[in-house]
C-alpha cells in the first residue's frame, strides 16, 4: 500500500521562494513525480525524482530522499500564473508504471 | 495542449444510469491510463491499458470497465452511476510502460443527478 501526505494549503508572496513538502510510504518505490494542476484543468509534468538529490528545471527544482520517504518542490521567483494545486505523485514497482498521487497542495501567490 | 483528446467535455445523467468515456491518447503513446479525480479523494489511478491489454488495476469499482482498441483509443464504461461518481474523469498516455511521464487529456466532467 501507499500513503502520501502533503500540505493543504500554502500562501506566498509573488517574487518569494516557497517549499512544497511531500512524505510518503511505499513498497517497491519507483520513482517521485510532482504535476501542476490549475483549477479545472489537466495536470500537467513537472518534475521526476527516482535517485536521491536535487533536480533543477529552471524556476523549479525538486528533492528526493529515499531514505527518509521525503520529496519537496521548490518554487522560485513566484509569479501570479504559480497558483494552482501542486500534486505529489509516487510509481510502485508492483503497481506497473500507474501513478499515486497524494491529495495536493493547493499554493496562492498574492502581489 | 498535451495531445490527448477526451470526449466528451462534460455529461450529465442520472442514477443507475450507463455511460462511456473516450480517450484518444497522442500519436504514438501504446500505453493509456484512466484516473478518477473528486474533491474528497484526489486524483485516484483506475486502471491501465497497453496496446491493447490490460496492465494494472487500481482503485477501478466493478461497476466500471474500460477496454483499448487497435487503433489505440480507449473507452470507459461507467454503468449502475450513484451521485458519488460525480467527479472528473483524465485519462493520460505514455510512449510505453516505461517512460516516466504521463500526458493527461483536458478530463470529462460527470455529473449524476
Known amino acids: 500500500g501507499q500513503n502520501i501526505d502533503q500540505p493543504t494549503e500554502m500562501t506566498a508572496t509573488e517574487g518569494a521562494i516557497v517549499q512544497i513538502n511531500c512524505t510518503y510510504q511505499?513498497?517497491?518505490?519507483?520513482?517521485l513525480f510532482w504535476y501542476q494542476q490549475h483549477a479545472g484543468e489537466a495536470p500537467t509534468f513537472l518534475s521526476y525524482?527516482?535517485?536521491?538529490g536535487l533536480e533543477e528545471k529552471g524556476r523549479f527544482s525538486s528533492f528526493l530522499s529515499r531514505s527518509k520517504g521525503y520529496s519537496y518542490l521548490l518554487l522560485k521567483e513566484l509569479q501570479m500564473k504559480d497558483s494552482a494545486s501542486y500534486l505529489c505523485?509516487?510509481?510502485?514497482?508492483?503497481?506497473?508504471?500507474?501513478?499515486?498521487f497524494g491529495k495536493g497542495t493547493t499554493l496562492s501567490v498574492s502581489s | 495542449d498535451s495531445g490527448v483528446t477526451q470526449t466528451p467535455k462534460h455529461l450529465i445523467t442520472a442514477t443507475g444510469q450507463r455511460v462511456t468515456l473516450r480517450c484518444s491518447p497522442r500519436?504514438?503513446?501504446?500505453?493509456v491510463y484512466w484516473y478518477q479525480q473528486s474533491l474528497d479523494q484526489g486524483l485516484q489511478f483506475l486502471i491501465q491499458?497497453?496496446?491493447?491489454?490490460?496492465?494494472a488495476k487500481g482503485n477501478i469499482l466493478e461497476r466500471f470497465s474500460a477496454q483499448q482498441f487497435p487503433d489505440l483509443h480507449s473507452e470507459l464504461n461507467l454503468s449502475s452511476l450513484e451521485l458519488g461518481d460525480s467527479a472528473l474523469y483524465f485519462c493520460?498516455?505514455?510512449?510505453?510502460?516505461?517512460?516516466?511521464?504521463?500526458?493527461f487529456g483536458p478530463g470529462t466532467r460527470l455529473t449524476v443527478t
Open positions: 493520460a498516455s505514455s510512449v510505453d510502460p516505461g517512460d516516466y511521464e504521463q500526458y
Open positions: 511505499t513498497s517497491g518505490f519507483n520513482g
Open positions: 525524482n527516482v535517485l536521491d
Open positions: 505523485a509516487v510509481r510502485e514497482k508492483q503497481a506497473g508504471t500507474a501513478l499515486i
Open positions: 500519436s504514438g503513446d501504446l500505453s
Open positions: 491499458y497497453y496496446n491493447g491489454e490490460e496492465r
